[in-house]
């Protein structure tokens, strides 16, 4: 499997001239990575952005994963900011937070505003910079891992939240990667986070974006 750069390798000897190869980078919460938890070999799952790098090696790009665990969307403002000067050459930025935010603030319509207001600030500095943003949606919850009527309440406040950023990225003309439909309970490691098929389909369905607005073949 091709390399992927990892933030937690960031005071690494390597990194620093690797960071500058860095074509499609990739921001957010433990969907995207555990790189406050150490090497990648130490993390619980494995995430997304690995197995998009096998994707993207065939048309040269590589990827760079900056995802934090347990961030929220207020903190990848400026983590995106960070990222834009940490890989100067990147064209693509793919950016999904919002699951820590509903987690620890449920009122769904007084949260779901926020993590898009905090969403279009992220896509706003890419922008600004000349690169391209690339937005995930809140994936669905493990509903096999709690009660039922937990479990549509999850299911209920990402609706909620979903179709409210869709309606966003539509009127800001924003690449949007929609998770709910092609991520199912057999897709999950725990209660939140994918396990290596679930993030497989994910890279699946970033890639597809991807080479859709990179004009890739294939």
């Known amino acids: 499997m091709p390399p ?6 960031r005071r690494s000897p390597a990194f620093e001239p690797a960071r500058l190869a860095v074509d499609v980078a990739c ?51 400026d983590q995106v900011r960070d990222y834009l000067r940490l890989f100067p050459n990147a064209r ?22 926020r993590v898009i207001e905090n969403l279009g600030r992220m896509a706003g500095l890419i922008r600004e910079a000349g690169r391209r943003p690339i937005l995930l949606n809140v ?3 493990n509903g096999s891992m709690f009660p039922r009527a937990i479990a549509e309440q999850l299911r209920c406040h990402r609706a909620y939240h979903n179709g409210r950023l869709g309606c966003f990225c539509r009127d800001a003309d924003i690449p949007l990667v929609d998770l709910n439909p092609v991520l199912r309970d057999e897709h999950f490691a725990d209660e939140l986070h994918p396990n290596d098929d679930g993030a497989k389909i994910i890279a699946g369905e970033v890639y597809r974006v991807l080479r859709d607005i990179a004009g890739i073949a294939g």
Do not use: K, M
């Open 4 to 9: 992927v750069l990892h933030l937690a390798d």
């Open 27 to 77: 921001a957010g919460d433990s969907i995207t990575g555990w790189n406050n938890f150490g090497p990648a070999r130490d993390w619980p799952c494995r995430t997304y952005p690995e197995f998009l790098a096998t994707l993207c090696e065939p048309q040269g790009l590589i990827v760079g994963d900056g995802g934090i665990a347990g961030e929220v969307s207020l903190n990848g403002v």
């Open 92 to 113: 693509y930025f793919v950016v999904g937070y919002g699951t820590n935010d509903l987690g620890l603030w449920p009122d769904v319509e007084e949260t779901s505003p």
């Open 139 to 141: 994936p669905p919850a």
